[in-house]
Nanobody, 128 residues
Framework: QVQLVASGGGSVQAGGSMRLSCAASGDTSRYNCMGWFRQAPGKEREGVAAIGDYGYTSYVSSVEGRFTVSRDNANNMLYLQMNSLKPEDTAMYYC??????????????????????WGEGTLVTISE
């Protein structure tokens, strides 16, 4: 069973930066699309960023240009670099995975909307 555990959250002021990490355990070889989603209090789970096997990336519009997703396949790690943070980025952040079974399917951030939990998340709090 694959488990994905996020870490690296904390509290920073608006305008600051933070880097989240996600450690994957178990056989992740079938998951050719990895990404991040977040959940703020009282809100739906929202896909934030996604990255495919060949480095194709996809972002929700609210973080485009501020967040960068990357992956280290050799070490089963996923990262999210977050810059120019805003109070509205405050949320629990989780990592997830998708098995794109049809050749040519794009690893889109929309797959991570409403995603089930894969493991522990990490809390990001941005103050004014």
């Amino acid at each position: 069973q694959v488990q994905l555990v996020a870490s690296g959250g904390g509290s920073v002021q608006a305008g600051g930066s933070m880097r989240l990490s996600c450690a994957a355990s178990g056989d992740t070889s079938r998951y050719n699309c990895m990404g991040w989603f977040r959940q703020a209090p009282g809100k739906e789970r929202e896909g934030v960023a996604a990255i495919g096997d060949y480095g194709y990336t996809s972002y929700v519009s609210s973080v485009e240009g501020r967040f960068t997703v990357s992956r280290d396949n050799a070490n089963n790690m996923l990262y999210l670099q977050m810059n120019s943070l805003k109070p509205e980025d405050t949320a629990m952040y989780y990592c997830g995975a998708v098995d794109l079974t049809i050749p040519g399917m794009t690893c889109a951030v929309g797959y991570f909307n409403g995603m089930d939990y894969w493991g522990e998340g990490t809390l990001v709090t941005i103050s004014e």
